[in-house]
């Protein structure tokens, strides 16, 4: 079989793979907090015609993904006026909790937060919002609400009272490239990115000490480039072609093979 046949196919396939990676970010293109990906490809191994030459003779067999990186640039920030909504404004992650399990703990650039009718502040699907403690924000109840640009929240209840100051939980993580999307604008900590302590727990600082800020009554939005998504869309398609033209030239070429006897 021709090698350019092979070739052709995992050419194809590496675009297919490009053309998924693409499709996902542009289904995100509005979704809160999201990082768009990027997919980078590496050539396979060569194989040798001949050692007699000076130079090596070698010749390639097709190209297959290398990696599939999550770009952490900021999105835009787009104002609601929604005293609970928080944008970091710089680098970090909110951190959350698991309601039902609360040993699974995620971290989020999503900063529609909501406070539930017992007074916790959580995520639209429920995961609780911790503080800077690595405890679930709570006590927000009946509390005219104000959160700080360095991540304070203080308040008076409807009695009278202050409540006393709670600074919001943020996780810094060195290579923010390795976190795990969980699903649902969440990541989980790996290895590779780091943000645990020596003990093993999750590195949660004050915003202040996570060297950033909040903005209060906006949100990030996703940081996919429309523009650049379809440029993107267009090179794969035609790559995906030029290799599919290169299976049915190798196909034609066979045929002739085939036919030589006749």
Known sequence: MLRSMYSGVSGMK????KLDVIGNNIANVNTIGYKKSTINFQDLLSQNLSGSG??????GLGSM???VNTIHTPGSSMT???GTDISIMGDGFFVVQDPDTPTNQFLTRAGNFVVEA???????QGYKVLNAAGAPITGLNNVDLNISRTGVITGKRTDGTDIAAINIGIVNPPNPTGLSKFGGS???LTDASGGRTAAGAMNIQTVADANTQLGT??????NVDLTEEFTEMIVAQRGFQANSRTIT???EILQEVVNLKR
């Open 118 to 124: 017992d007074g916790d502040l959580v995520t639209t």
């Open 186 to 188: 969440l990541y989980e």
């Open 65 to 67: 993904t290398s990696s």
């Open 54 to 59: 000076v130079n090596p003779m070698q010749v």
């Open 80 to 82: 609601t006026g929604v």
């Open 249 to 251: 030239t190798s196909d």
């Open 217 to 222: 009554g906006m949100l990030e939005m996703s």
């Open 14 to 17: 590496g675009f297919q793979t």
